[in-house]
T-cell receptor, first 113, second 114 residues
Framework: NAGVTQTPKFQVLKTGQSMTLQCAQDMNHEYMSWYRQDPGMGLRLIHYSVGAGITDQGEVPNGYNVSRSTTEDFPLRLLSAAPSQTSVYFC????????????FGSGTQLSVL | GESVGLHLPTLSVQEGDNSIINCAYSNSASDYFIWYKQESGKGPQFIIDIRSNMDKRQGQRVTVLLNKTVKHLSLQIAATQPGDSAVYFCAESPLSRGAQKLVFGQGTRLTINP
């Protein structure tokens, strides 16, 4: 049981490049979400999904796209990376969509030059 | 607007002492509260949670206290150990929102002195 798996662990992009951060969970969790963590700040919600085929915006969705084609996977796409997107990204999941503890992945450290 | 904040950004305690980490929240509609521990280079790890129909909950060496009157949450760690050194985050989520949208505080760094 691997829990929440994120890849890659580190990534450097140039401004304007695109990439996808991968997230997979093997716990059959209904709810998945993406957070970003910036120095001196708490985690901020980017996008979330309450089930396959259903996604919604969080607090800071601009510049990011998501999709949920399967229960297990929830990739985060940066279409045109900007330096403001330099951050640590965490994927998290929980059994249900209503106030359950989140299980976090180990994070992806992204630098946009 | 709603926010979750911490009284102290850093806390230093002696090994073996008890630690108390405080958190203030502003959204009176918050129904669910949770504490996470984050070690350097790792993702947040669940410690303990509490719902608004309770004012205290205990786990292994940890206790969470909720005071809804003053919108205050605290995490107590008994007999602090070196492995407790980490950043601790509180988070809250209002049940009225339906789908979970945890709002995190900025975190408190706990340092254990030998």
């Amino acid at each position: 049981n691997a829990g929440v798996t994120q890849t890659p662990k580190f990534q450097v992009l140039k401004t304007g490049q695109s990439m996808t951060l991968q997230c997979a969970q093997d716990m059959n969790h209904e709810y998945m979400s993406w957070y970003r963590q910036d120095p001196g700040m708490g985690l901020r919600l980017i996008h979330y999904s309450v089930g396959a085929g259903i996604t919604d915006q969080g607090e800071v969705p601009n510049g990011y796209n998501v999709s949920r084609s399967t229960t297990e996977d929830f990739p985060l796409r940066l279409l045109s990376a900007a330096p403001s997107q330099t951050s640590v990204y965490f994927c998290a999941s929980s059994y249900s969509s209503t106030n359950e503890k989140l299980f976090f992945g180990s994070g992806t450290q992204l630098s946009v030059l | 607007g709603e926010s979750v904040g911490l009284h102290l950004p850093t806390l230093s305690v002696q090994e073996g002492d008890n630690s108390i980490i405080n958190c203030a929240y502003s959204n009176s509609a918050s129904d669910y509260f949770i504490w996470y521990k984050q070690e350097s280079g790792k993702g947040p790890q669940f410690i303990i949670d509490i719902r608004s129909n309770m004012d205290k909950r205990q786990g292994q060496r940890v206790t969470v206290l909720l005071n809804k009157t003053v919108k205050h949450l605290s995490l107590q760690i008994a007999a602090t150990q070196p492995g407790d050194s980490a950043v601790y985050f509180c988070a809250e989520s209002p049940l009225s929102r339906g789908a979970q949208k945890l709002v995190f505080g900025q975190g408190t760094r706990l340092t254990i002195n030998p």
